[in-house]
């Protein structure tokens, strides 16, 4: 079944874009292009005439094995087992991806931790030599006189 790229709806009258080659419903590229004026997919300008027919076949469908109850439940189980799967898979990694974050986290917040640490440390310093530059102009002032 193919599906019109605009609306998303199965096609009752396809037409195609020979701008873009893009499959749509005429109805709903007709209503687009009358308000846009330009092809939804790729921008450019788009009329009605740059709009090809395309005249259906019609197929018939073979039988599906699925049509029976049995085949059904075994279809069911089979997609349930598949998306049980996956959640496991999703919650595994969920869990190392929380591992690493909280590792992560916590060398942060030591690095943090150590540059404050460090910048306190290098404030102290500071105002400690300016306490003996205060000292050691005061004195050198006493000696000069």
């Known amino acids: 079944m193919v599906l ?3 609306s998303g709806k199965p096609l009752t009258s396809p037409v195609v874009s020979s701008k873009s080659g893009a499959v749509f419903e005429k109805s709903a590229i007709e209503e687009y292009i009358e308000q846009h004026s330009q092809d939804p997919t790729n921008g450019e300008y788009l009329s009605q005439e740059d709009l090809i027919e395309i ?3 019609t197929v018939v469908a073979a039988k599906s094995s699925s049509e029976s109850i049995p085949a059904l439940l075994q279809t069911f189980q089979t997609e349930y087992e598949a998306l049980a799967l996956e959640t496991f898979e ?6 190392e991806a929380r591992k690493e974050l909280s590792s992560t986290l916590y060398y942060h917040e030591a690095a943090v931790k150590v540059a404050a640490k460090l910048a306190k440390e290098r404030d102290e310093a500071r105002e400690a030599l300016l306490r003996l530059q205060a000292n050691g102009s005061g004195s050198m002032d006493v ?3």
């Open 4 to 6: 019109c790229a605009l």
């Open 55 to 57: 005249k259906p076949q």
């Open 90 to 95: 999703l919650k595994k990694q969920l869990l």
């Open 143 to 145: 000696d000069k006189s």
